[in-house]
């Protein structure tokens, strides 16, 4: 019996006592009192048949699958219960980016199975993917009838340290904190690197993999001919010679050594010699694994199971501590607030990224002129985390900046959102752009910031990216993250979508047919006469094959090449020019390198060598 029927039961009792006491001289209950026991017996009944059927409807057992949306779309999940309990979670699908929410949603299946609650903690820098995946084992469990049972918030019982120490303390786990850990390690020092986010890889990890070196023996059998002069020249210029020379020439010059240097350590590239987006010549390298993650897969390879290294994820960077003139150490937050002091023996490395995230830095630095419309919403390619961290500290430690106006958008955003997901193949022989006229109206092969200039000048500052079969099958192609391409066109994922004629596109892409026509037809003249109206240098390929695909895009802010001063041996100056004893820095962090406009397929040369020499030269800091 229920409490609500004993409580019935009870009150009936009272009410038929008080009845005998006012009517002695009848044995028989009033009315009144009879009523009101029945619709007490009434509702108890009621209940139990309502707590009968909602312990029927509980499965304890079985697979059920449910989805949530997560930061690129909905996230697919089988929940497998045994005994009432979480046994397993299988993601079967999502559009989650490689390396972040990719990574994320495994480690928060495991704390949702370790806690059996879907009330865990995020993953620090994949909140949407995180929240996505609680909300898609969530629907299952409800489709199970037994979330209800779920819901208690479960914290994993974590130990934060309070002091720490090692030779060379890495702010940053990115590209350039890695490979800087890489080549410290190597060289004996103990290292640890912060990182506040619950994974490594920055925005390395959502790169398009793309990496610039001349290569002579592979450009050779292409017919292209290239030297490190050549690329330096390219470089400067392209960068409006704003960059110091000085740090140009060590990218370019050090930009095979390091190519080969990640073949080394296992990151696997193509074999053909591409020109990427904006990279302006055709001496890109393209990754194999989907956009940077063989690079930091690679990393990760190198120093796991080291001794001499320690990564601390969910740990932000404070603020860096001087002894004297020279860096001692960094104080850091852990991940349940409190606080912990790294002592650094030998030095300091930061590596924390641009600013791209940071609203208030973006509008404060801005270049009005050449980015009229940057505001506080302007969207971008970037991590939540890339706030300028790094900047803030190593400004407050006395450094100097420089270039931190020069910003760079990229044209390959997702319209309303920013990511650089769901491309496919970004060589610039084989793509197109229009506008919603259905025309083009820039080069596709020059500057990022000519292009996304252009299209900020078209209607709702929006374009359409196309490409032909002549030189892709949308059959075995993949996109950037790895997923097959035939799927994303069925699906109409990321916005493509596909005509199997150039009519049928237009119709598609909702712009007038014979303007599309004539562009196509303009356009394939221009590769037989070899001289295009917008001046592109890159006609080889055709579009006259079907079926043809296309997809909306726009300028999302990509790249801040401002930040710390630095000299070509990654020491961090202050504004009289002098190195500040102790502190180096490497990645977007840094300025003086790319100049106004960083050239396509540069961003990771410049992590590979500027983390290598930062992390040889900290580890033989005296």
């Known amino acids: 019996m229920n409490n609500k029927k004993r409580i019935s039961l009870a009150l009936a009792l009272l009410l038929g006592l008080s009845s005998l006491t006012a009517c002695q001289k009848s044995d028989e209950k009033p ?3 009879k009523k009101q ?4 017996d009434e509702a108890d009944k009621k209940e139990d ?3 009968e059927e909602k312990k029927e409807g509980e499965k304890t057992e079985g697979k059920f699958e449910a989805t949530g949306p997560g930061y690129g779309g909905d996230i697919k999940v089988a929940v497998d219960l045994k005994d009432g309990k979480i046994e397993n979670i299988e993601i079967l699908e999502n559009l989650e980016s490689a390396g972040v929410g990719k990574v994320a949603m495994p480690i928060v299946a495991e704390r949702i199975k370790k806690g059996q609650s879907v009330n865990v903690d995020t993953v620090t820098g994949a909140t949407a993917s995180s929240k996505g995946l609680m909300l898609a084992v969530t629907n299952a469990l409800k489709d199970a009838n037994i979330a209800d049972k779920f819901k208690e918030e479960y914290k994993e019982d974590r130990e934060y340290p309070s002091e720490l120490d090692a030779d060379v303390v890495i ?3 990115g590209g350039a904190g890695l490979a800087a850990a890489v080549e410290a390690v190597e060289k004996g020092s103990s290292v640890i690197v912060v990182e506040k986010n619950g994974y490594v890889g920055g925005n390395t990890i959502l790169s398009g993999g793309i990496y610039n ?11 292209i001919e290239d030297s490190n002069e050549l690329f330096f020249k390219q470089t400067f210029e392209a ?3 704003a960059a110091n020379p000085e740090l140009v020439k060590t990218l370019t010059d050090n930009a095979y050594d390091g190519l080969e240097w ?3 350590l296992g990151t696997e590239f193509e074999d053909k010699i591409i020109q990427g987006a904006g990279s302006l010549y055709p001496r890109t390298h393209q990754a194999v694994k989907p956009n940077g993650t063989g690079l930091i897969e690679a990393y990760e390879e190198n120093l796991k199971d080291k001794e001499n290294y320690k990564l601390l994820t969910e740990t932000t960077a404070k603020k860096i501590l001087m002894d004297g003139d020279k860096v001692s150490g960094v104080v850091c937050e852990n991940h349940d607030g409190s606080e912990v002091k790294i002592k650094a023996n030998k030095a300091v490395i930061i590596s924390t990224g641009g600013f791209a995230k940071n609203a208030e830095m973006v509008v404060e630095y801005k270049d009005a002129e050449k980015w009229p419309n940057l505001d506080e919403n302007t969207i971008s390619t970037n991590l939540d985390s890339i706030r300028g961290d790094g900047i803030t500290m190593g400004k407050e430690a006395g450094a100097d900046l420089v270039d931190m106006g020069l910003m760079q958008f990229l044209y390959l955003g997702i319209p309303k959102k920013g990511q650089i997901t769901g491309l496919v193949d970004l060589g610039a022989e084989k793509t197109l752009f229009v506008n919603k006229e259905g025309k083009r109206f820039v080069r596709e092969d020059g500057r990022r910031d000519v292009i996304c200039k252009a299209i900020f000048d078209q209607k709702d500052g929006e374009m359409w990216l196309i490409h032909s079969s002549d030189a892709l099958d949308f059959d075995t192609e993949k996109t950037i993250e790895g997923k097959d391409f035939k799927t994303v066109l069925e699906n109409g994922e990321f916005g493509w979508v596909k005509g199997d004629t150039l009519e049928e596109l237009a119709e598609k892409m909702n712009v007038p047919y014979e303007n599309l026509k004539e562009t196509i037809d303009q356009y394939n003249k221009a590769v037989d006469d070899k001289k295009d109206e917008f001046g592109r240098e890159n006609l080889t390929i055709k579009f006259e094959k079907g079926p043809f695909v296309g997809v909306p895009r726009v300028p999302s802010l990509h790249h801040t090449m401002g930040g710390l001063r630095i000299d070509k041996d990654c020491h961090v100056l202050n504004k009289d020019g002098n190195a500040i004893k102790g502190l180096y820095a490497a990645g977007e962090v840094t300025g003086g390198i790319h100049g106004a406009n960083r050239v396509g397929g540069n961003a990771i040369v410049d992590t590979v060598v500027f983390g290598r020499i930062a992390g040889q030269n900290a580890a033989d800091e005296k």
């Open 37 to 40: 026991e029945e619709k007490a």
């Open 49 to 51: 048949s309502k707590e």
């Open 213 to 223: 070196a001349p290569d002579p023996e592979k450009q050779k059998a292409q017919g």
């Open 262 to 264: 990640l073949k080394k």
């Open 239 to 241: 960068g409006d010679k």
């Open 31 to 33: 009315a009144e009192e």
């Open 171 to 173: 702010l940053g786990g």
